[in-house]
């Protein structure tokens, strides 16, 4: 079974802590995703697990077995690299036997599980084509199917569609998710890509500068952030943030005045008092309306996308942190300098504290997930 288990795990370069105490359980079977943005220590995390790096503190335990001294051929892992890092000079076959040939596994079944790695990853036709010959795509999964074979505990991912073009990462990243669930594996993959991120993981970890800023469902993340570092992190184009004061909270919400002087009640529960406090309001993009909602922000256009299914505008707006992002319909009459007024309501807004922690939405992640089948 591929369960995995991270203790109190750290790494250190000198006196430099780019890993700081990572605490993560693994069930077999699930498909974990790390991401977050460069430095935050997703690479050297997935090679501390593989045995690629050595780690300065806690336990990295595989199958119930403490893996920190064993080398990596040792700890049942399989790892994907960004780089095919296939041999030229052999065949695919070859390529995708060679690691059953160092364990020197009898001829008949090198054959056999070739075959029925090959068949997996429809690979058949082209076993005795050497790698120059294949497109990207088709050299990714020999590296993978050289991963197979050895059938691993965990498999480990390392950005392995980096490599490809876009069309190319969104066959990818269907096929991997096909073979997630046809051979019942425990997968940790790491990508800087959130698409990737949202599309394949049952649970997605977010780094940020060595810890875990949260752990969760892609939907959790997107509809629950914890923080304001998640908040930006997940959703493309990102999160809306503005700064606002609070007034009132009650059972209703908290109660918010906008730099407009308008007031709105984001449904979020707290027990603290946060009238004349400053905080920060949080809307993604496409939960702002063109139509009837509960306040308004006038916002004049500086640049406008038409991109057919959508119309994405960028403007400058009084307390937002950045550009200020809008996704509305293909059909919306958005013009670059004419002024639009977007439209928020309280339940698709977040909140967010002095700190960056965000307070808690009071619906459940059904209704938020059913309210957005309505925008």
Sequence with gaps: MGELQLRDVRKSYGQMEVIKGVNLDVDHGEFIVFVGPSGCGKSTLLRMIAGLEEITGGDITIEKKVVNDLPPVKRGIAMVFQSYALYPHMSVYENIAFPLRVERLAKDKVEEKVQAAAEILQLTERLQHKPGELSGGQRQ????????????????????????????????????????????????????????????????????????????????????????????????????????????????????????????????????????????????????????????????????????????????????KATFCSVLPGSAPAKVGKPVSMGLNGADCHLFNETGQAFERQLSLEDLDAADMHI
């Design 141 to 320: 999964r020999v590296a993978i199917g050289r991963a197979i074979v050895r059938a691993p505990s965990v498999f480990l991912f390392d950005e392995p569609l980096s490599n490809l073009d876009a069309a190319l990462r969104a066959e990818m990243r269907v096929e991997l998710a096909k073979l997630h669930s046809d051979l019942d594996a425990t997968m940790i993959y790491v990508t800087h890509d959130q698409v990737e991120a949202m599309t394949m993981a049952d649970r997605i970890v977010v780094l940020d500068q060595g810890v875990i800023s949260q752990v969760g469902s892609p939907l959790e993340l997107y509809h629950k952030p914890r923080n304001v570092f998640v908040a930006g992190f997940i959703g493309n184009p990102k999160m809306n943030f503005i700064e606002v004061t609070g007034k009132t909270a009650d059972a209703n919400g908290v109660t918010v005045t906008l730099p407009s002087g308008a007031d709105i009640t984001v449904k979020v529960a707290t027990k603290t008092d946060v009238a004349g406090k400053p905080l920060t309001l949080g809307i993604r993009p496409e939960h702002l309306t063109l139509g009837t909602a509960e306040a308004t922000i006038e916002v004049v256009p500086n640049v406008v996308e038409h991109l057919g299914i959508h119309t994405v505008t960028y403007s400058t707006v009084d307390g937002a």
